[in-house]
């Protein structure tokens, strides 16, 4: 009797030294995880139910921080970005204002010129204030911080009324948007002035970017209407039209001091906010830019 206990003291003896190497191994091995930053998990190297348990908890938190690392490299990488663009495009008009001040000082210059230096300068700074305006709002609605009256809204109303506001501006671009608005268009659910900043910020991505003919369409079917605005837009790729709801995203050949990017941002967000539906894609040779209101 005291040789078969003194035998499985020893195997317990053994297993306890087994599993203390196991362990010492282990802690080695996770330490070099993560100071190495791999995306190696921890393994043992002989069965042990407890052992796994726990190794398969510490392996559920080793892929969570590593998840947690990608994200917060790409959130920096985002942030980054987002500094430099907004650097980039409060600078423009920036430095635009600072040069035309500089020539105001100039006792030489006549007054026509003085006066058509100051129009410069107050149409750069209405750009400007447009701007910070827009990286507010942006913020405002990424944070949820925008508060939204929903209520039954007449978006045929909203869309004409905004076409006829900007006839003079299409005119002036020598642009004439074919129209093609549905009678006796439903009511929806949404925010008036919310959805009046959506289509404004669509039409005046058109008059920045217009290519040719454009046209504006509101369909209205069983269960949605649709929204559609075409324009031609030939070197605009397929990759950039499924992009340019991105913040910041433009086109570099299209880009300048008043081309950000924030505008069709703010659009979608708008949108899904409310409960619709915005997308984007390149057909042939026409950007179509659509929205769906459900009903």
Known sequence: ???????????????????????????????????????????????????ESFLCEINKTLKLKKSTEVKYKEMDLELRQAIANMSHDLRTPLTSIMGYIQLLEDDNILVEEKKEYIEIIENRSASLKALISNFYDLSRLQANEYNFCIEKINISSILCNLLLGFYDEFERRGLEPKIDIDENIPLINGD????????????????????????????????????????????????????????????????????????????????????????????????????????
Do not use: C
């Open 192 to 295: 008036k002035s919310a959805t009046n900043r959506i289509f404004t910020n669509l039409i005046q991505n058109i008059l920045k970017h217009a290519e040719g003919s454009l046209k504006i369409k509101l369909k209205s079917f069983d269960k949605y209407i649709l929204t559609e605005f075409s324009n031609d837009a030939k070197e605009l790729s397929e990759e950039d039209a499924k992009r340019i709801f991105e913040r910041f995203f433009t086109v570099d050949r299209m880009r300048s001091g008043q081309n950000t990017g924030l505008g069709l941002a703010i659009a979608r967000e708008l949108v899904e906010k409310q409960g619709h539906i915005i997308y984007a894609k390149k057909d042939e040779d026409k950007l179509i830019i659509s929205i769906r209101w459900v009903l």
């Open 1 to 51: 009797m005291i040789y078969v206990l003194i035998i499985l003291l020893g195997i317990l003896l053994w297993k306890l030294i087994l599993q203390n190497v196991e362990i010492k191994k282990l802690t080695k091995k996770l330490k070099k995880i993560n100071e190495n930053d791999t995306n190696e998990v921890l393994r043992i190297s002989s069965p042990n139910k407890n052992l």
